[in-house]
């Protein structure tokens, strides 16, 4: 289950005893993904993708734009064209 942390401004996955997170930054009309983090134990499982499907729907939800400043966001993003529309304008 993907937790909104607002307090430390990320989203969080915790499993397996260990945390998987992407920092933002909430404005007004979009979230800025500055880093998506996954622990070397949780690598290579998909658990940052989840993250950033969490993230999508976040935004979506909120009618919020995504601007990725990290690149595995802006990469996942690049290869999920279905979610281009979310795209902020740098």
Partial sequence: MIID???QSRFELPLN???AYADYQRLPDRLIISHVFTPPALRGGGVA???MQAIVQQAQQERLRIQPI????AIWMKRHPEHE???AAS
Avoid at 70 to 73: H, M
């Fill in 49 to 51: 993708s989840q993250l």
């Fill in 17 to 19: 005893g260990e945390l």
């Fill in 5 to 7: 942390n607002k307090a």
């Fill in 70 to 73: 990290c690149s595995y966001a």
């Fill in 85 to 87: 529309a979310l795209l």
